[in-house]
């Protein structure tokens, strides 16, 4: 049974740019001067950039998609000017090059053209995804990061998330997660949150063993994460397979310590993601009780917000329900 876990509008990144910075040439700076006074009238620039894409010179390659990128972060009326100069599948080909900073420039243009709705599907149908994967298993942390972002900006529909997940994407995205840098596994959870809303990439998830990490960022309550992560868990828990990794890794003693000591928004969301555990095991009930969630829930359903109390008060009286003999047959095979 699907749940709603409130406002996450601000538990995640947003991944609205990229945040690697200029990128180091001996001319940026002049470069940069000319794209800015370019910008009121940039059509023939773009046309010279969008050229300089196919060069047979890979510093030209550089100079192109570094330019590209800079008109496309900072004036969001060229990013229309330049797709439909024909720069997305020439930057594509670049996300394939075996030089990984222009690989990196490459991914970082294409995150810029994908702020763009009107480039979103042009940007798939180019065949950017499967690109957007291999740099997301093996480019630059810069790469991984902004091909994550990519990823997540392309995921608007259930489509495109499920080819993302048949991609292969899940299990580096699960990788970032458990191994990145604080921005790197902010883009992750961001990235896993949006595709993982559909069945199949919530198994996959699994598969790719996304509850370790997630219970270990919730745990540690001084890690930034502990929000982020609990929503991903919170997408993932209507999924069977995801409710018994959870128990498996431990989650119900940290989702109840959560309860107990984190904040208001962070109490909500382990209640829920609680309440999805218990609703179908009575096995796991009794963990959750065991555990000593009664006392906190009481008190989360007395002073939580409307939509806290009506969770933690559902879920005192599941823990409360007798168990009946039918219960106890039909999740008697439940692995704990």
Do not use: W
Not at 102 to 118: F, H
Not at 238 to 253: K, N
Not at 255 to 261: K, N, S
């Amino acid at each position: 049974m699907a749940r709603s876990f409130g406002d996450d509008s601000t538990a995640f990144s947003d991944c609205n740019s990229d945040r690697s910075g200029e990128f180091p040439t001996v001319s940026s700076q002049s470069r940069r001067l000319l794209i800015a006074c370019a910008a009121e009238n940039s059509d023939d620039l773009i046309g010279q950039l969008v050229a300089g894409l196919e060069s047979a010179s890979i510093d030209e390659q550089k100079q192109a998609a570094m330019e590209i990128r800079l008109l496309a972060k900072n004036k969001p009326e060229n990013r229309v000017k330049i797709a439909r100069a024909g720069a997305i599948r020439p930057l594509i080909s670049l996300i394939s090059s075996s030089d990984s900073q222009l690989q990196e420039y490459g991914v970082t243009a294409i995150l810029n053209l994908s702020l763009c709705d009107e480039n979103k599907e042009n940007i798939v149908l180019s065949g950017a995804i499967k690109p957007l994967v291999r740099a997301l298993k093996s480019g630059t942390s810069t790469a991984k990061e902004n091909a994550a972002c990519a990823l997540l900006r392309l995921a608007q529909s259930d489509e495109n998330k499920v080819m993302i997940g048949r991609s292969g994407a899940i299990p580096p995205l699960v990788n970032l997660l458990e191994s990145g840098n604080f921005r790197g596994k902010k883009d992750a959870s961001t990235a896993l949150y949006a595709v993982c809303s559909v069945k199949g990439n919530k198994v996959r998830a699994v598969e790719a063993g996304i509850m370790k990490p997630l219970v270990e960022l919730m745990a540690d309550l001084g890690s930034g994460m502990v929000d982020k992560s609990a929503f991903v868990a919170g997408v993932l828990v209507s999924a069977p397979e995801a409710r018994a990794a959870l128990v498996e890794e431990g989650g119900i003693y940290v989702l109840v310590e959560l309860v107990e000591v984190g904040s208001q928004r962070q109490k909500e969301i382990a209640a829920a993601i609680l309440l999805q555990v218990c609703e179908e095991s009575v096995v796991h009930r009794a963990m959750v009780a065991r555990e000593g969630a009664i006392p906190p829930l009481v008190a989360l359903s007395q002073s939580g917000t409307s939509r806290a109390k009506q969770k933690a008060e559902t879920l005192i009286e599941l823990l409360r329900r007798p168990r009946s003999a039918n219960d106890a047959v039909r999740t008697s095979d439940v692995s704990v």
